[in-house]
């Protein structure tokens, strides 16, 4: 029997995915003003999150509930390294750091894996499903803008089990599929929904801890010009595939 997470998180995290792609790095992103120095300090970030995120899930891959989420197929630790290698060159691991809000992030998987393992399927979702969903469109945003060889520097967006669009959908849809079919009653559901929305706004505060370095690097006013107005969100929009998915 379904307990339906697939749909409560995708609407119960709208306005979250809304605020995460209205934060200035991302507008500033979106619209092709990406420069190197913010990009790989967010990868630098992302690393220290899906190194975490990835031990605890392999600790954790015979939980009853965690089990069932468990691609490692889909890690992106590896991936981030070749990364974080391009772009910051072969000493890289001692130059990485995390912001204050990234090792906000970092600590909240440690302290959800020992307190309360099932709400890691929330940190999951969030990081997974983005970068399989409008993390594609910006892997095309990335490639144009550093003008990148093929295979460098967008190793975050590309996933080696699932090279083609056609893969990721059916992916998305067995994802889907997983979360609908833990065996979890309202209150975890809920609590799952809820820990989406805390993940959602632990990446806009890694977001805005580098919108200085953003600003820096685009020039004040091409970053004042870009973070005019509001976007409505991606989530928002009706999916077809989903329609007939859920
Ligand atoms: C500005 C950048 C972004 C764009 C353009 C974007 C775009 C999209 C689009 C088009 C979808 C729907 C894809 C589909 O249903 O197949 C989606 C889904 C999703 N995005 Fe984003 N996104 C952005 C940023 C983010 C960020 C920063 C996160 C999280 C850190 C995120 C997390 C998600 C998640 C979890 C989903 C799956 C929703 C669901 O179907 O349950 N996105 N995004």
């Not at 119960?12 to 809304?18: A, N, R």
Request: glycine letters at 6%; one cysteine or more; charged letters at 25%.
């Amino acid at each position: 029997m379904s307990n339906d997470l697939a749909t409560k998180l995708r609407e119960g995290t709208k306005q979250s995915h809304t605020m995460a792609e209205n934060t200035a790095y991302m507008k500033c992103f979106l619209k092709g003003q990406i420069k190197q120095e913010p990009f790989r300090q967010l990868l630098a970030n992302l690393y220290l999150v899906y190194s975490v995120l990835e031990e605890e899930l392999e600790k954790l891959q015979n939980h009853p509930v965690v089990s069932k989420i468990y691609f490692p197929e889909i890690n992106r630790k590896a991936k981030i390294e070749q990364d974080l290698e391009y772009y910051f060159g072969e000493n890289w691991r001692s130059e990485i750091v995390a912001t204050e809000a990234g090792k906000r992030y970092v600590h909240r998987i440690q302290e959800v894996a020992q307190t309360e393992p099932g709400l890691l399927v929330a940190h999951a979702y969030v990081r997974y499903l983005g970068d399989l969903s409008g993390g594609q469109g910006l892997k095309t945003i990335i490639r144009k803008a550093f003008n990148l060889p093929e295979h460098k520097g967008v190793g975050l967006h590309e996933f080696d089990a699932l090279p083609t669009r056609d893969e990721q959908v059916a992916f998305k849809i067995k994802y889907r599929d997983a979360l609908n079919n833990l065996e979890i009653d309202d209150i975890l559901a809920d609590k799952i929904v809820a820990e989406a929305n805390t993940v959602f706004r632990l990446n806009c505060n890694v977001m805005h801890s580098l919108e200085e370095i953003v600003k820096t690097a685009v020039g004040l006013d091409i970053f004042n010009e870009l973070i005019h107005g509001h976007n409505t969100g991606s989530t928002e929009e009706n999916d077809p595939k989903l329609v007939t998915q859920n």
